[in-house]
C-alpha cells in the first residue's frame, strides 16, 4: 500500500510559478510510476503530467507542454511538478497518483487514470487574472 500526500498548491497570479509536491510512504517509491492529474470544478479529472519509475521517461498534456516539469527524489520518496507560466484555466485541484511497482509506462497509457492504483488528497491551486 502506498500512501501520497500532496502540497504546494496555493494561490497565485497569472504568469507566476508553484511547485506541487507528493511525498508517498513506504520503501517501494522508486519502483512506482507517478503521475500528476487536475480537476477544475465541474469538469472531469484530466492528466497533468507522468514520469516512469526509473525517470528517464516523462509525458505531459498538451496544455502544460513546455511549462511543466515532472521530476522525483527517490531518496526522498517525492515526486514534484514544477509550474511555470500559470494560466487562470490552470486553476483546479492537482492530483498525485502511483501506479503498481514496475509499471512499463508509455505515452498512451500513463496518461490513464486507470494506470494508477494509489491516488492522494489533491491540493488546490488558484491562479488569478
Known amino acids: 500500500q502506498v500512501q501520497l500526500v500532496e502540497s504546494g498548491g496555493g494561490l497565485v497570479q497569472a504568469g507566476g510559478s508553484l511547485r506541487l509536491s507528493c511525498a508517498a510512504s513506504g520503501r517501494t517509491f522508486s519502483s512506482h510510476a507517478m503521475g500528476w492529474f487536475r480537476q477544475a470544478p465541474g469538469k472531469e479529472r484530466e492528466f497533468v503530467s507522468a514520469i516512469s519509475w526509473s525517470g528517464s521517461s516523462t509525458y505531459y498534456a498538451d496544455s502544460v507542454k513546455g511549462r511543466f516539469t515532472i521530476s522525483r527524489d527517490n531518496a526522498k520518496n517525492t515526486v514534484y511538478l514544477q509550474m511555470n507560466s500559470l494560466k487562470p484555466e490552470d486553476t483546479a485541484v492537482y492530483y498525485c497518483?502511483?501506479?503498481?511497482?514496475?509499471?512499463?509506462?508509455?505515452?498512451?497509457?500513463?496518461?490513464?487514470?486507470?494506470?494508477?492504483?494509489?491516488w492522494g488528497q489533491g491540493t488546490q491551486v488558484t491562479v488569478s487574472s
Open positions: 497518483a502511483a501506479s503498481t511497482p514496475f509499471r512499463r509506462t508509455a505515452v498512451d497509457t500513463a496518461n490513464r487514470q486507470g494506470f494508477y492504483a494509489y
